[in-house]
Structures are given as C-alpha cells and as structure tokens.
C-alpha cells in the first residue's frame, strides 16, 4: 500500500543574494523541520525522512 506524508515546503528568493534553491521543509506529522540550500539538500533531507517514518512503521508493526 502506498504511504503518503505531508511536508510543507518555504522557498527563498532573494536573485540578489543568491542563486541557489534554498528554504526550509517541514514534515507534518513529527513536526521536524530543516533548512536547505540547493535541490540535493532537499531531497537528501526528504529521503531521511521518509526512512525514518518507514522504520518507526516497522516498529510499530511489529
């Protein structure tokens, strides 16, 4: 079955500052939050995320 998570996502946007993809995400349901800066941080951070939400399901399973 497929799980869904929820994740709120900020983004900044300064052109004059920097060019890079930076902001923050925010996981919903545990409540943790972490800044980023460029799309591999994100979906680095987002993946972490993810695993620990699959083995805190394993635990509970079990």
């Known amino acids: 079955m497929d799980r869904r998570e929820t994740f709120i996502l900020t983004i900044f946007h300064d052109p004059h500052r920097m060019t890079d993809l930076r ?9 943790y939050e972490a800044s980023f800066i460029g799309i ?6 987002l993946r972490k995320l993810l695993q620990k939400g699959k ?8």
Do not use: Y
Not at 23 to 31: D, P
């Open 23 to 31: 902001g923050r995400v925010r996981h919903v349901a545990s409540g």
């Open 40 to 45: 591999a941080q994100l979906a680095q951070i």
């Open 55 to 62: 083995e805190g399901k394993d635990e509970r399973s079990a």
